[in-house]
């Protein structure tokens, strides 16, 4: 069984930055992606940054390219995303993901889910 748990989220103004941490436990990760995807309120999940355990290649959704950084500590099991210069935009649930292979986005290409941590960023 696995078992992830997003933590960081939190309110802040615009400009400014959170780290989110996802700590991944219950089985080896290291064939799969880990992956970061948020939901807006009313708004499909939308894929945000993902990373390979093995050799640490990061993808990222162009909105997010610049101002947000996915890290992972195989040690700890644990993934990060940093996110600087926050947009009111970028107000959602960010959730962690794994199960999948790297370069996937969609929905259904990842088998275990975070419960997810609120991103609120005000104007």
């Known amino acids: 069984q696995v078992q992830l748990v997003e933590s960081g989220g939190g309110l802040v103004q615009a400009g400014g930055s959170l780290r989110l941490s996802c700590a991944a436990s219950?089985?080896?990760?290291?064939?799969?992606?880990m992956c970061w995807v948020r939901q807006a309120r009313g708004k499909e999940r939308e894929f945000v940054a993902s990373?390979?355990?093995?050799?640490?290649?990061?993808d990222y959704v162009d909105s997010v390219k610049g101002r947000f950084t996915v890290s992972r500590d195989n040690a700890k099991n644990t993934v990060y995303l940093q996110m600087n210069s926050l947009k009111p935009e970028d107000t959602a649930v960010y959730f962690c993901?794994?199960?999948?292979?790297?370069?996937?986005?969609?929905?259904?290409?990842?088998?275990?889910w975070g419960q997810g941590t609120q991103v609120t960023v005000s104007s």
């Open positions: 993901a794994t199960g999948g292979k790297f370069g996937a986005r969609g929905r259904d290409d990842y088998a275990y």
């Open positions: 219950g089985r080896t990760f290291n064939s799969y992606a």
């Open positions: 990373i390979s355990w093995i050799l640490g290649t990061r």
